[in-house]
T-cell receptor, first 116, second 115 residues
């Protein structure tokens, strides 16, 4: 299993500012995923963070708005840049652990972001 | 394109009664299907998955799900609901089983179990 520490758990930010969310995993993982969960909507994958290379972004998400760092195999950050009220959402990091016959996704507890 | 639908925003069940949370999917190949639960103020937790084999999959906390290929469904079930089962449930489909394949989630169903 994996234990994921995600912080901050919540924040209230002003329009135009940026927030960096941190995700720490207690084991080494190749890929980390960042999701957004908007109110009343499903989880949407923002990007896949690969150690040693640039993150892979999904359609509708760009690096300038959501820069991601992945300095090592246990840590990643997601920055929400130049925030607007539309960015108010829950942001989740996730890792995939694959064993010989099994695979599971583990999620952080999420960061609830409110932009005023 | 792959997609997942959870037709019910909310399901209300009395404690002790059976519960079903519905999920249908659309994929071009073989589906790899998952159920996750999100309790208040906590991250998503894995419940169960279907990759291959028996259509009835048993998971955590007494939950099970039945894969029905002809109906493209993967409904979550539990024979006897508990108040502590009240949470948000997400069905998801994976595009590929290779590591790195992204999950596509349904919109979620809020389960409320009343005493």
């Amino acid at each position: 299993s994996a234990v994921i520490s995600q912080k901050p758990s919540r924040d209230i930010c002003q329009r135009g500012t940026s927030l960096t969310i941190q995700c720490q995993v207690d084991s080494q993982v190749t890929m980390m995923f960042w999701y957004r969960q908007q109110p009343g909507q499903s989880l949407t994958l923002i990007a896949t963070a690969n150690q040693g290379s640039e993150a892979t972004y999904e359609s509708g998400f760009v690096i300038d708005k959501f820069p991601i760092s992945r300095p090592n195999l246990t840590f990643s950050t997601l920055t929400v840049s130049n925030m607007s009220p539309e960015d108010s959402s829950i942001y989740l990091c996730s890792v995939s652990l694959r064993g010989a016959t099994n695979e599971k996704l583990f999620f952080g507890s999420g960061t609830q972001l409110s932009v005023l | 394109a792959q997609s997942v639908a959870q037709p019910e925003d909310q399901v209300n069940v009395a404690e002790g009664n059976p519960l079903t949370v519905k999920c249908t999917y659309s994929v071009s190949g073989n589906p790899y299907l998952f159920w996750y639960v999100q309790y208040p103020n906590r991250g998503l937790q894995f419940l169960l998955k279907y990759i291959t084999g028996d259509n009835l999959v048993k998971g955590s906390y007494g939950f099970e799900a039945e894969f029905n290929k002809s109906q493209t469904s993967f409904h979550l079930k539990k024979p006897s609901a508990l108040v502590s089962d009240s949470a948000l449930y997400f069905c998801a489909v994976r595009e590929t089983y290779n590591q790195g394949g992204k999950l596509i989630f349904g919109q979620g169903t809020e389960l409320s179990v009343k005493p």
